[in-house]
């Protein structure tokens, strides 16, 4: 491990800034390969000769603040889940702010209702800066939301 690695704990707070987000509770998982995000209501729609996605993000207690969000889509390709099945998934690229970085991360959208974590970062995005030890929680002081702004 290089120096520069921090270690954060299990789960943590972040901030999507170019989706709005100025805080969203986060669990660090180094067995998932891609980063996750529960969204409602996501469709698809032309602009500009790309495609983009519209979407719902649950934030606050309880995802009960309700943030409507667009950005263009990066890719669609298979996932597995945890139960071994494998489904199509819109991803996109958004920058990610945590423990005081900020930094593009490739995102799957996906209902995850019924998990304890809106949003889940996969070993892709932490390899290289953070290591994680599962016996910390909410190493980091929450993002600070004046540094955020939507797109």
Not at 12 to 31: F, H, M, Q, W, Y
Not at 127 to 151: H, K, M, N, W
Request: aromatic content about 6%.
């Amino acid at each position: 491990m290089t120096p520069d690695v921090i270690t954060l704990g299990w789960r943590e707070r972040l901030a999507l800034p170019e989706l709005g987000i100025a805080s969203l509770k986060v669990k660090l998982d180094t067995g998932a390969r891609s980063s996750s995000l529960h969204v409602d209501a996501l469709e698809s729609f032309e602009r500009d000769g790309e495609t983009w996605l519209r979407f719902v993000v649950g934030t606050g207690p309880r995802q009960r603040i309700a943030v409507p969000c667009e950005a263009r889509a990066h890719d669609r390709r298979r996932v597995k889940d945890t139960g071994g099945r494998h489904t199509e998934r819109w991803f996109i690229r958004s920058e990610v702010m945590l423990a005081g970085q900020r930094f593009s991360v490739d995102i799957n959208l996906t209902d995850r209702r019924h998990m304890l974590f809106p949003m889940l970062l996969g070993r892709t995005a932490l390899l290289g800066r953070f290591a994680v030890d599962p016996a910390l929680s909410y190493t980091q002081p929450r993002p600070v939301p004046a540094v955020v702004e939507a797109s």
